[in-house]
């Protein structure tokens, strides 16, 4: 599967986005988007564990229960969070508001917001937002990935097609990240968009399975925010026929794209957290159990010594050790292997449990790179996990310390 | 009982101690101690829960469990960790040597080391080390405290007295800190020494209790060393009547000598966390159960964006809020205050469950002090928790990050 990154959500067959600015950031950046499907469509989606959840995520989590969901509205600059029950309120009624324009039920449109919590939002601005849009969408703005944006540097969109049972299928993955969670912008935020035929079942298999093994593999600053949300949205309009058990070669078809995009995804957010320079990406292998290896690979990932280690280039074995032992994992050091890999070569630092003497200068030389792989094989078992982060900078610090000043 | 900083361990009853220097650290500080008591003491210990535990840490908890420990040998600059069988050979012939030096059983010697961690020990220098401390014990060089430094900028040495049965008892605290690893430096090491006299039951219990609600609630930059481990040492010297159950006034009262010396080495530790220029101090109170306050006081100490925020001054209730949230405790943010306090007053930011309107130019002068208090009051039971860190600065990067260059 070819992924490319001119392309964006309308050009998957009966979507239609728009974005567009309406002041809720300051910088006059846009900062509302709407994605709508011409047909119903199904939709998956997994949220945030955090105890403190947003209005629009107490919302979203009942409406991806109804069985047709078509418009996706989101706003950037102010998060509806910490808002009480005036912030569900403002929640359902920007959905109705959509509903209204667009001339579907308010049970069929999902709200997402993200930005400063805890102020309340101008829902006139809010409202204003949803029909600019609305009136965008047929001529196709077709921005809403940037819309999305917050600390985010980079854009964040791929799209892609495949063919699952011998049709032509479209999918496309935008997503937002950078800090977990920030007081000016906020949470990670990601929508795959996709034209193939799936039921609703087997469309939340796939997105549980995904996220997984994907964003939540993903560690910028350990912080998990109130507003966290990846959605699954297929709308069916490839014409396949409709893959409704999760197993065999059309759901494995599926569950490889859907996989893939989220993956391209994951990765972008890791190497556009707040201040990185480097991204890392954890790949252990050889865990007895996959609780073992998804523990492992991410408190390495997750350790502030580890990523300051990377961004200092240092081969710092000791490090990555001591975060795999305070992991909450059981395992025997004595068979553990570590090495670092970039593009600039591979070099084993410590072996079978024992320090290796390595050439300093070679594991500077790979260690200043833009991706540095910390590869991990414990040879107990034959689990894999992969996790991503970034190094841990002062721009870091500056941009969440700082940013009164 | 009044706390003093000008009398070390060998200003208990019956004890012996003296630091000097071997060239284990390049600097030339003194990097090896050796506390010694006159006649039989009883040992209890908590050590690391990291899975990867250093030869010494594996010795210790073979040892501490003997009725009787008489010397503690300690040195810094390099770690015994990760060193394989020749580390536990090591850790031996330490404890051996000290042992034919003292004329006692090497069972009562335990071995301490902090360090870079992987590089095998100079042996010569360890046990010539010995030697000198061994000398250097009737003259009372008194300097352990400092011969147990790493990055640490400050000493940590505490000393009380106080009346336990109407007999007056001595009890002297030292801890080094500062990173909770470091590749050149190590780990959090504290010894609490009385000439109290305690069973070594009760000994081990009061070591448990007052470890868990002390030491237990610093967090620097959230890894656990391999070598973390907090001694506490009683040679019954002063005369009182043996404490042998944990119950009465006289447990209470030793209980209480203990907590408060261990309290303020705990403090100690977080204020002195590398690159700290504020110490944190979560006080939270009215959570429903025991594990509900020290989780969420634990989770908000330990956020990368709440230690970020308090650096920059910022009264920042959303990320403390956030940081409880994902603590893995359940709640109701519905009923929860948030208060920053410190010398220069008391402000209110987030009441029940509520984002208060508040002036922001107080809020920044009474976040711009040494020692932030961040209140937390969950209206949802009486079980109070203390939790003590540092804010995150661009210095902790750097120490940690750039200590190549």
């Not at 029950?85 to 509903?99: F, I, K, N, P, S």
């Not at 030389?365 to 910390?374: A, G, T």
Request: charged share 20%.
């Amino acid at each position: 599967m070819k992924i490319t990154e001119g392309k964006s959500v309308s050009c998957v067959r009966g979507i239609q986005a728009a974005g567009c600015a309406v002041g809720l950031k300051k910088s006059g950046k846009k900062d509302m988007g709407l994605i709508y499907s011409e047909v119903p469509a199904v939709c998956a989606a997994v949220f945030t564990t955090n105890v403190v959840k947003a209005a629009p995520v107490l919302l979203d989590m009942e409406r991806v229960k109804n069985p047709v969901t078509r418009a996706l509205v989101i706003n950037s600059g102010n998060a509806n969070a910490c808002t009480g029950e005036q912030g569900m309120a403002d929640a359902r009624a920007t959905a109705d508001h959509v509903a209204k324009r667009l001339g579907i039920a308010p049970e069929e449109v999902m709200v997402f917001s993200t930005g400063v919590i805890g102020q309340p939002m101008e829902m006139d601005k809010i409202l204003a937002g949803v029909d600019i849009c609305a009136d965008a969408l047929a001529s196709g703005g077709d921005d809403v990935h940037r819309a999305i944006m917050t600390t985010d540097t980079k854009e964040k969109c791929f799209f892609a097609e495949t063919e699952i049972s011998g049709i032509p299928v479209s999918i496309c993955g935008i997503a937002k990240g950078s800090g977990m969670i920030h007081p000016n912008m906020g949470t990670m935020l990601s929508y795959v968009i996709t034209d193939a035929a799936v039921t609703k079942e087997v469309l939340q298999k796939v997105q549980e399975e995904v996220t997984h093994t994907t964003f939540n593999m993903v560690s910028v600053d350990g912080d998990t925010s109130t507003n966290d949300t990846a959605v699954l949205m297929a709308n069916g309009c490839a014409g396949n026929p409709v893959i409704d058990s999760a197993e065999g070669e059309a759901y494995e078809a599926f569950l490889a794209a859907v996989h893939e995009i989220s993956e391209f995804l994951a990765k972008a957010i890791a190497a556009d957290g707040e201040g990185a320079s480097r991204m890392i990406e954890v790949d252990l292998k050889g865990a007895d159990t996959e609780e073992t290896a998804r523990l492992c690979a991410r408190s390495v990932v997750s350790s502030s010594l580890v990523k300051a280690a990377v961004h200092g280039a240092d081969a710092n074995w000791g490090r990555v050790l001591c975060a795999m032992g305070y992991s909450g994992a059981a395992f025997d050091q004595g068979t553990v292997d570590v090495a670092f890999s970039s593009d600039e070569g591979h070099i084993d630092v410590f072996l079978q449990g024992v320090p290796v003497n390595f050439d300093e200068d070679r594991a500077l030389k790979i260690l200043s790179r833009d991706v540095i792989h910390i590869e991990i094989d414990m040879h107990q078992g034959d689990v894999s996990a992969k996790a991503w982060g970034c190094d841990l900078t002062k721009e870091y610090v500056a941009i969440n310390g700082d940013y009164r000043s």
